[in-house]
């Protein structure tokens, strides 16, 4: 069974700091992996997209890596902000369109 | 990119009876995709709208309890029949172009279900 593990599962950093999300998945075959951002009551929106062949990839304050021998990815943010405060969800594809998606990490950055 | 739309975007409904959610493209679109996103949980896909055919359904879920349209290549619908609180979750479309492998799948704003 494919699946997409990340964690924490939560947490809280202050405004400024930096912090790093892990995803580790066993989707096979591998297409491409996927991070998205989801605001509380807005659906998800795209941060990165990595191929089996792209080992990071960033997106402003949010950078991606990705080692495919391995089957792990991580999302670091950069000097977080208050509108950091999301989900993060790692989504992963085996084929065209077939999606597995991790339960997310929460995200909560005080001032 | 992709703008999509869903109407509605919030609801509270009573048990026994059906909602229908609207969501519009504003560009035409090959792929079509209808998720459901409970409380807490991840998404999970419900089904795949196909333009002019029968919707293909993950195992799971079944047509009559989740009837789905598809009209045109900017326009689906998601029917959620004879609710039960279980029923009680975020609705979310999606799209894609052919060949979505290497290209990105958009999310509307989702429509937040309560049954009551």
């Known amino acids: 069974k494919n699946q997409v593990e990340q964690s924490p599962q939560s947490l809280i950093i202050l405004e400024g700091k930096n912090c790093t999300l892990q995803c580790n998945y066993t989707v096979s075959p591998f297409s491409n992996l996927r991070w998205y951002k989801q605001d509380t009551g807005r659906g998800p929106v795209s941060l990165t997209i990595m191929t089996f062949s792209e080992n990071t990839k960033s997106n402003g304050r949010y950078t991606a890596t990705l080692d495919a021998d391995t089957k792990q990815s991580s999302l670091h943010i950069t000097a977080s902000q208050l509108s950091d405060s999301a989900s993060y969800i790692c989504v992963v594809s085996a084929n065209d369109y077939k999606l597995s998606f991790g339960a997310g990490t929460t995200v909560t950055v005080r001032a | 990119s992709a703008v999509i739309s869903q109407k509605p975007s919030r609801d509270i409904c009573q048990r026994g009876t059906s909602l229908t959610i609207q969501c519009q493209v504003d560009s035409q679109v090959t792929m079509m995709f209808w998720y459901r996103q409970q409380p807490g949980q991840s998404l999970t896909l419900i089904a795949t709208?196909?333009?002019?055919?029968?919707?293909?359904?993950e195992s799971g879920f079944v047509i009559d309890k989740f009837p789905i349209s598809r009209p045109n290549l900017t326009f689906s619908t998601l029917t959620v029949s004879n609710m039960s609180p279980e029923d009680s979750s975020i609705y979310l479309c999606?799209?894609?172009?052919?060949?979505?492998?290497?290209?990105?799948?958009?999310f509307g704003p989702g429509t937040r279900l309560t049954v009551t």
């Open positions: 999606s799209v894609g172009t052919s060949g979505v492998s290497r290209d990105e799948q958009y």
């Open positions: 709208a196909n333009q002019g055919s029968e919707a293909t359904y």
